[in-house]
């Protein structure tokens, strides 16, 4: 079992940065594969992007592939997404997930966090 965390959500424009976290506590995160998915009000929640558990296997959806960057340490029980060049579509509530499984899919998911607003403004 393990608890997630989400951090670093905000409001910035378009064009604009922003860096994600995603802490965990109780089993180490080393043993998960972890996973951002993203949800707006009305529309089911989205794969964005998801890292192994060693760091060596990276997937993105097609929407955010070369401005979002996942990355983990797992040292620091922490996963990372580095959102780049975002665009108004991009607003969404992210959250952090952690699955015991190699899978790209939100149903396969286990462990959840309570989600991080990201607005991205004009």
């Known amino acids: 079992q393990v608890q997630l965390v989400e951090s670093g959500g905000g409001l910035v424009q378009a064009g604009g940065s922003l860096r994600l976290s995603c802490a965990a506590s109780?089993?180490?995160?080393?043993?998960?594969?972890m996973g951002w998915f993203r949800q707006v009000p009305g529309k089911e929640r989205e794969f964005v992007s998801a890292?192994?558990?060693?760091?060596?296997?990276?997937s993105y959806a097609d929407s955010v592939k070369g401005r979002f960057t996942i990355s983990r340490d797992n040292a620091k029980n922490t996963v990372y997404l580095q959102m780049n060049s975002l665009k108004l579509e991009d607003t969404a509530v992210y959250y952090c997930?952690?699955?015991?499984?190699?899978?790209?899919?939100?149903?396969?998911?286990?462990?959840w966090g309570q989600g991080t607003q990201v607005t991205v403004s004009s």
């Open positions: 890292i192994s558990r060693g760091g060596g296997n990276r």
């Open positions: 997930a952690a699955n015991e499984v190699s899978s790209l899919n939100v149903n396969d998911y286990a462990y």
């Open positions: 109780g089993r180490t995160v080393s043993s998960y594969r």
